[in-house]
């Protein structure tokens, strides 16, 4: 399984991206510039990352610019014909931006740039402490796309406290239902605020991002 990690101008997690997955897993990584727009390494047995930033300046919305970049109409092409895309903080705004994954991500309700770990956990109860640093990144959707996420089980991960419990107190941004990450209903497609690449190595005192990368990417927890 390869990993295609994009470099937008502002990414500034595409490092990060590329050492956790390269050096902490052992994975082989490529990086992708934002103006090529040659997939043909890739088939749909490898995984397209667009890591954390502030692609071109997040000068209108959260990832708005990113979606017109060649690199991501490629993207799109290749996630339409079943490869793997995961997108982190930015990565899932210029998926959202992209309508790769339904919804959007909002300023976060105290108006305030957060950066703290928190705790998340997914669909089995499983609960990882995951460092977040996002302005906007409250996910909103309409009652009927909540509840379809809901119904087909795309809600990946909600933010809790470190017990498991899903509480208003728990929620670092206000996104509805407490959502930290979703997929598609072709569960090939998935986005999450929380950065598990900054949680991949025992020197940063947290390796519960590996065990993210591990059962949601290169275990195809998603496709089975």
């Given at each position: 399984?390869?990993?295609?990690?994009?470099?937008?101008?502002?990414?500034?997690?595409?490092?990060?991206?590329?050492?956790?997955?390269?050096?902490?897993?052992?994975?082989?990584?490529?990086?992708?510039?934002?103006?090529?727009?040659?997939?043909?390494?890739?088939?749909?047995?490898?995984?397209?990352?667009?890591?954390?930033?502030?692609?071109?300046?997040?000068?209108?919305?959260?990832?708005?610019?990113?979606?017109?970049?060649?690199?991501?109409?490629?993207?799109?092409?290749?996630?339409?014909?079943?490869?793997?895309?995961?997108?982190?903080?930015?990565?899932?705004?210029?998926?959202?931006?992209?309508?790769?994954?339904?919804?959007?991500?909002?300023?976060?309700?105290?108006?305030?740039?957060?950066?703290?770990?928190?705790?998340?956990?997914?669909?089995?109860?499983?609960?990882?402490?995951?460092?977040?640093?996002?302005?906007?990144?409250?996910?909103?959707?309409?009652?009927?796309?909540?509840?379809?996420?809901?119904?087909?089980?795309?809600?990946?991960?909600?933010?809790?406290?470190?017990?498991?419990?899903?509480?208003?107190?728990?929620?670092?941004?206000?996104?509805?239902?407490?959502?930290?990450?979703?997929?598609?209903?072709?569960?090939?497609?998935?986005?999450?605020?929380?950065?598990?690449?900054?949680?991949?190595?025992?020197?940063?005192?947290?390796?519960?991002?590996?065990?993210?990368?591990q059962e949601l990417l290169m275990a195809e927890a998603l496709v089975k």
């Amino acid at each position: 399984m390869k990993f295609g990690v994009v470099v937008f101008p502002g990414s500034n997690c595409d490092a990060d991206m590329r050492d956790a997955l390269q050096e902490d897993l052992g994975q082989e990584v490529i990086m992708l510039w934002h103006k090529d727009r040659d997939l043909s390494a890739f088939d749909t047995e490898d995984c397209i990352v667009l890591p954390g930033g502030f692609s071109y300046g997040d000068y209108l919305r959260c990832g708005a610019i990113a979606r017109f970049s060649p690199m991501m109409q490629s993207v799109v092409t290749f996630a339409q014909k079943g490869g793997k895309v995961f997108g982190v903080c930015n990565g899932f705004q210029i998926l959202c931006e992209s309508h790769l994954l339904p919804g959007a991500l909002l300023r976060n309700s105290n108006q305030q740039f957060v950066c703290q770990n928190t705790f998340i956990k997914d669909g089995a109860g499983k609960i990882y402490k995951i460092p977040i640093a996002h302005g906007e990144g409250r996910y909103h959707g309409s009652p009927e796309l909540l509840r379809q996420l809901q119904q087909n089980n795309q809600l990946l991960f909600t933010y809790c406290n470190e017990e498991g419990d899903v509480t208003d107190a728990a929620n670092p941004n206000g996104s509805a239902l407490n959502i930290a990450g979703i997929c598609n209903e072709s569960r090939n497609v998935f986005g999450m605020m929380p950065h598990p690449e900054r949680a991949c190595s025992a020197a940063l005192g947290n390796m519960d991002g590996r065990m993210i990368f591990q059962e949601l990417l290169m275990a195809e927890a998603l496709v089975k």
